[in-house]
Every structure is written in C-alpha cells, then in structure tokens.
DNA sequence: CTTCCTGCAAAAGTTTTGCATTAAC
DNA sequence: GTTAATGCAAAACTTTTGCAGGAAG
C-alpha cells in the first residue's frame, strides 16, 4: 500500500503540514517519508535507521515524533521490541495489517469495500450506545505467513 | 465481559493449566487472576500492583509471564506507558476493546453475532489469499468515551 | 529433599532529553 | 540573526534477570 498520491503531491503535502507547524521539511525527514511511503508497510527503528544512511538514533525518533504531531505519520502498535512506523492514513488510504505471529512480518491489506462500509456503520452503532463518539477502528489479522508454515 | 464460568470452574481451570505445566497455583496468582476476571477489562501494571496488597513488581511480571504461557492471561497492546493485561479469550470468550484516546480508558465489547461470523469469514479468505494461515483478528475501536468528550 | 516461588537489587533494552553545534529560513 | 535541526552522551522508563531465602509438594 504505497501512497495514493503521486511522488511530487506527496512531498508537497508534507511539507505544508510542517510548515503549518513552524517546523521544516529536511532531508532527513524527506528520506524517512519516502522510506516508509516506499516500503508499503511499517517498519521498525532498526530497519529506519539501516535504510536512512547517517541518521541518529535520536534523531530518528525526534524526526518521527515531529511527524506524528503533524499527522503524516503513526506509531504501529506491535508486541515487539521496537516500535514500527508507518504513513497515517490520509496518506495512503485506510488499511489493514496481516501479522505474522512467529516471524512478526507485517504487511498491509485493505477490506473490499462493501465488507469495510458494513462494518463501519455497524461499529460505529455499536460504540454510540456505549457513549463513545467518533470512532475509528484498527483492525488486524493475526496468523502464520506462507514462509513459516 | 467478566469471567462466563462460574468462580469454582474458572479456578479449576487455571488451577488445572498450570498444573500441567508443573507450576504451582499461589495465591498472588490467585489474586491476580481473580483480579483480572473481576474488573472486565484489560489492566496495567500499576492497577495490578496497587490492587494486589503485597505483590513486587517483579513477582507480578514472572507470574502474568507464567498465566501467560499457559494461555489464561494475555498481553495486551497498547501505545501507553505499561503493558496491560487480561484473561484470555478461552476464559471470557471472544471480544474487542473501545479505547478512549483522550484517557486511554478501556472497556470490553462483544460484536453482534452475525457480523462476527460474516467479518470472521471475510478475514479468513483474505488472509488466505495472501498466503496466512490459521488467522485470528484483532478488533478495536478508537473514539472518546463520554467523560472525554 | 527437590522443585518452584518470592523479594530485593541490579541489569537490559528501548525511547527520551540536555546541551552545544550546525544548518535553514 | 533568529529559530529550528542535528549528534553525542547521559538519563528515564518499563521490563527482565540473578541470586539467596522461603514455601510447597
């Protein structure tokens, strides 16, 4: 699931985010986005720092944090060590995770269309008559991928 | 969603699991698991810790390590501090979690059965198609719950 | 009497923060 | 020239582990 916008509209999309926020589009948060927009699924601190050459360990998590607030990125919740990171979904579009419970591979998937509105409006029933209000949902499919079966 | 066994069978239960494992059913674990049953949703260390008269933190990560080996506790994820945790699905039956995002406040839900079983058969051919096995989903829905909002 | 459980303290591991320097606007 | 970003090192934080003493079967 790489990003639905071309390439040029991406960045340009990001960087206004920032800009709104007083903050800048540096190479460095360049090189983070574009790693995670190509990768098509959420990557964790090791695998960000290998692929960003000469990115701190501190500064990739003030980069991404920086990102967070601006809402051009979102921390993965995972049972692993590190965190994973990944576009948000105004980015590229709701989606889900296929999790492989004994590698941790984490790949996106998306819900046929017809099978996600049903279950929106059923969730979203669901949680105003327990008095929560705009609800979005994270869903998640936990298995064994073809390699380690 | 409490424990759907009555306390005498959900006892023997566990008590059961953990004999097979050769360990022992103590009563911090005890506590712990009558905790867990008792509040109905997933609980962070702290909570357990202050609820628990007399148990060390590092006793409660061992047993919740433990109950969690022999499949009567689980780990919860969340993107807050502490880890949560709570009975298995085995012991309280199948739900999902409404997560309130302003004060990480969680409580348990159940799906309507039939979106549960039309949503359960959906995955299934997903995952299936992209080459997982044996899939399981994770459900939760994020919103502001009536205090928050 | 052997095996497991507990508490204390220290270690491990990821993530955050302080501070001086460098780069961007 | 003012404000933000970076790198290095140290701190903070949750969770895990070692070890000695105590309890359970």
Do not use: K
Not at 39 to 61: D, K, N, W
């Amino acid at each position: 699931m790489a990003a639905t916008l071309p390439a040029r509209a991406f960045h340009e999309t990001v960087a206004a985010r920032l800009r709104a926020a007083g903050q800048r589009y540096t190479p460095q948060r360049r090189s983070i986005t574009e790693l995670l927009a190509a990768g098509g699924s959420p990557l964790a601190m090791p695998a960000i720092l290998e692929a960003v050459g000469g990115l701190t360990q501190s500064s990739a998590y003030r980069n991404l944090a920086v990102l967070e607030q601006v809402g051009v990125v979102r921390r993965v919740i995972t049972d692993e060590d590190f965190a994973h990171f990944e576009l948000t979904e105004e980015l590229t579009g709701h989606h889900h995770h296929l999790v492989c419970s004994v590698c941790g591979r984490v790949e996106d998937v998306a819900l046929p269309a017809d099978l996600e509105a049903r279950l929106d409006s059923s969730l979203d029933r669901l949680a105003r008559r327990a008095g929560f209000a705009s609800v979005r949902h994270r869903l998640d499919l936990i298995g064994t991928c073809r390699d380690c079966s």
